[in-house]
């Protein structure tokens, strides 16, 4: 009996138990490493070596669809991947069920790099910020982003150590502005490493950000006369010192609500702004000027204060008088002078007082001809002392007259010697003049080489409109002396001697 259990055992244990293969069944997944980027589908291969699978599948949050299926094997399609996610691939046999997962990693390449300075015009030893971010990358821990000055790096900073919660794709440091950092160049380099997921490298840099430097430490400077005449043409300036860049400075002047067009010129840290202004409104006004570099602006005005002072009006009743004639001489002020002016007119008797006109009554002389009257008028403007003069000459008006200092009766010409004949006579209107002897008319423009035959007497005769003078002028014709004769003659001689040895002198040096 024991022998018949034995060999009962014995071949239960040599036939096959099918279901021992089943308990030995494996799940796989293809690919075993996903890397799936950011917005982009993934096709997942689910399958067993189960040779008569149960039901089989994935579990997923993301969105599948079932694309093919075998005896062993099932295939999905995974749409629209935005997050990291864990899949689970199941498969039963013969009632046991096995599963293995596959963790799906989304990147998105650094494709946006974005530079910021804080500020981007900065001051001398003032600090400033330079901050590098990517507004959409991932995986965060395989990033590494590269601050430049120019081509020196400033910072390098990986991600890879840092926690999850706290990752944010974004580097900053602070610098101290020095003069050689104007206009550097500041830019940014970001790399995604995915070459450990089999992703490979992706790189992408920032445009350049550029630094300005710049020392704005005064306020302007406007130089500008207190007081501006109406109507008038007045130069002011505005200045600012102690500024870098000097050319980059933008100026705006402006007298009250008028915009001037300054010129502007600089000359290492300084810079000049002129203006041609003409004030058209009488009162109180200001000038300001206006300096702005980069962010900064700064303001200076001044006020000024308008006046109206044309020159007094001189006035003479008779502008040609003649001679003999009693004539009046007023100066009175403008009328469109700001206040009342001190009126002193050249020859007045008396002062009159603010406001009253200034009068001269004078007997018109010939010796008057010619002669300049001025009026000075005196204004008090804003504590300060201003004047204007108006000038008016006087004409006379007499008949011709002839004057020994102009006209002498007595003329001696010398013999050989170019001549003209002296004569001018006075007059107004000036007098025409004419010369004859013996009725031939002396030709007074000409010079003439005097000879015996020009010693004789000539009647001249001046004449305009008022009447005519005539006179007689005797002219004399002489020899030279003899003593100047005898110079003459050795002068002669000497240069005669000089020019021989000279001569000889040019024929030895060149034969």
């Not at 058209?280 to 204060?305: H, N, W």
């Not at 009743?317 to 700001?338: Q, R």
């Not at 001025?374 to 403007?381: D, F, G, P, Q, T």
């Not at 008016?392 to 004949?421: D, T």
Request: negative net charge; aromatic residues 8%.
């Amino acid at each position: 009996m024991e022998m018949l259990l034995f060999g009962i055992w014995a071949l239960l244990v040599l036939i096959p138990d099918p279901g021992a293969s089943e308990e030995r069944f494996e799940v796989s997944v293809w690919p075993d490493q996903a890397l799936v980027k950011y917005g982009q589908s993934l096709t997942v291969n689910c399958s067993t070596t189960c040779p008569d699978p149960g039901p089989g599948g994935i579990e997923t949050l993301l969105k599948k669809t079932e694309v093919g299926k075998g005896p062993q094997w099932k295939k999905f399609l995974l749409e629209d991947v935005t997050q990291n996610s864990i899949l689970q691939c199941f498969f039963s046999c013969a009632g046991i069920q096995k599963d293995i997962n596959l963790g799906i990693t989304v990147y998105q390449p650094p494709e946006q790099v974005i530079v910021e300075l804080q500020p981007a015009w900065v001051a001398v030893d003032e600090a400033f910020t330079v901050t590098c971010r990517v507004p959409r990358v991932t995986p965060l821990e395989n990033l590494t982003l590269t601050l430049l000055q120019d081509d020196r790096e400033l910072r390098r900073k990986k991600f890879r150590s840092l926690a999850m919660a706290s990752q944010r794709a974004e580097v900053t440091i602070n610098v101290k502005a020095r003069w050689v950092d104007d206009r550097c160049n500041f830019s940014c380099r970001a790399e995604l490493d995915l070459n450990s997921r089999r992703g490979g490298l992706f790189h992408s840099s920032s445009a350049l950000q550029i630094l300005r430097i710049f020392e704005f430490p005064q306020s302007p400077q406007i130089r500008v006369s207190s007081l501006l005449e109406v109507g008038m043409a007045e130069t002011v300036s505005c200045k600012v010192a102690r500024v870098f860049p000097a050319e980059e400075v933008m100026i705006h002047m402006f007298l009250g609500d008028q915009e001037l067009s300054p010129f502007l010129f600089w000359e290492g840290d300084t810079i000049w702004a002129n203006a041609t202004i003409r004030a058209m409104e009488i009162g109180d006004q200001e000038l300001s000027c206006l300096a702005s570099l980069g962010p900064v602006e700064q303001k200076t005005s001044q006020p000024v204060y308008v006046y109206s002072f044309p020159p007094p009006i001189l006035e003479m009743d008779e502008m040609y008088p003649l001679a003999g004639t009693e004539i009046n001489v007023t100066c009175s002020g403008h009328i469109l002078t700001s206040f009342s002016p001190t009126l002193r007119l050249q020859g007045a008797p008396d002062l009159p007082a603010p406001g009253e006109p200034a009068w001269l009554s004078l007997n018109a002389s010939e010796e008057d001809d010619g002669r300049n009257l001025s009026c000075e008028a005196s204004l008090e403007v804003q504590g300060q002392q201003l004047s204007k003069t108006a000038v008016i000459q006087l004409h006379v008006l007499y008949k011709p007259r002839f004057e020994e200092s102009g006209c002498p009766g007595n003329q001696i010409w010398v013999e050989g010697m170019v001549q003209m004949l002296a004569c001018v006579p006075k007059g107004n209107p000036t007098p025409v003049l004419m010369c004859t002897w013996n009725g031939t008319v002396f030709d007074l423009e000409v010079p003439q080489k005097a000879t015996w035959n020009h010693s004789r007497t000539y009647c001249c005769t001046a004449t305009n409109q008022l009447g005519s003078v005539s006179k007689h002028i005797e002219v004399l014709v002489k020899g030279l002396d003899k003593g100047v004769s005898s110079i003459i003659l050795v002068i002669f001689r000497v240069a005669f001697v000089v020019g021989v040895i000279y001569m000889a002198l040019i024929r030895n040096i060149w034969p």
